[in-house]
């Protein structure tokens, strides 16, 4: 069992940066796969940005490569979301989950059994 809890988060101007952690409990955190997924209203949630177990594997959605930056410390049981450039159309519920199946499955964005509580990420214009 593993429990997410995220800090961060927010209301910026566009342009701006913001850094989501998320913060995870029980000594398996190392060994999952953690990925950062938004979801707008009206809109179907989307898969951001994932990284591997070791952190030497990441993946970026292409509304986000360039301007965010996916990074975990396994010795701090945490996963982080570095958000730069941001945009109106980043306007989002932001979570992070871990999955605990392969890394070519979350990729997909499937395969995520544990869930953080949700932060909202406001970026006005």
């Known amino acids: 069992q593993v429990q997410l809890v995220q800090s961060g988060g927010g209301l910026v101007q566009a342009g701006g940066s913001l850094r989501l952690s998320c913060t995870a409990s029980?000594?398996?955190?190392?060994?999952?796969?953690m990925g950062w997924f938004r979801q707008a209203p009206g809109k179907e949630r989307e898969f951001v940005a994932g990284i591997n177990w070791t952190g030497g594997r990441t993946y970026y959605a292409d509304s986000v490569k360039g301007r965010f930056t996916i990074s975990r410390d396994n010795a701090k049981n945490s996963v982080y979301l570095q958000m730069n450039a941001l945009k109106p159309e980043d306007t989002a519920v932001y979570s992070c989950?871990?999955?605990?199946?392969?890394?070519?499955?979350?990729?997909?964005?499937?395969?995520?059994?544990?869930w953080g509580q949700g932060t909202q990420v406001t970026v006005s214009s």
């Open positions: 989950a871990a999955s605990g199946a392969g890394w070519a499955t979350a990729l997909s964005g499937h395969g995520y059994d544990y």
């Open positions: 029980g000594r398996t955190f190392s060994s999952y796969t």
